[in-house]
């Protein structure tokens, strides 16, 4: 069983930066796969950006390459997401997500933090 708690959510300008964390419970966090969902207001949940197990592979929403940067700490047992240049549509609740290696699914939740992004 994994907890996830989000945060570093807010309030930011357009082109501003905000750097969010994951922290996960348990001594099994280096062995989890672990994404970033967003949900934008009246829109579906999407996939932003995951990290693998080893911290070696990484994959991004095409609308977020090259400003957003994901990142773990297995020691910290915390995943990061940098969001650079941040523009008014990545305004969202942020979703830290954790799946086994071998999991096709994410089955592991945070309750969301919020990033408002104004123009």
């Known amino acids: 069983q994994v907890r996830l708690v989000e945060s570093g959510g807010g309030l930011v300008q357009a082109g501003g930066s905000l750097r969010l964390s994951c922290a996960a419970s348990g001594p099994t966090f280096s062995t989890y796969n672990m994404g970033w969902f967003r949900q934008g207001p009246g829109k579906e949940r999407e996939f932003v950006a995951r990290i693998s197990w080893s911290g070696e592979a990484f994959y991004y929403l095409d609308s977020v390459k090259g400003r957003f940067t994901i990142s773990r700490d297995n020691a910290k047992s915390t995943v990061y997401l940098q969001m650079n240049s941040l523009k008014p549509e990545d305004t969202a609740i942020y979703y830290c997500?954790?799946?086994?290696?071998?999991?096709?699914?994410?089955?592991?939740w945070g309750q969301g933090t919020q990033v408002t992004v104004s123009s």
């Open positions: 997500a954790a799946k086994e290696r071998m999991a096709t699914k994410y089955n592991y």
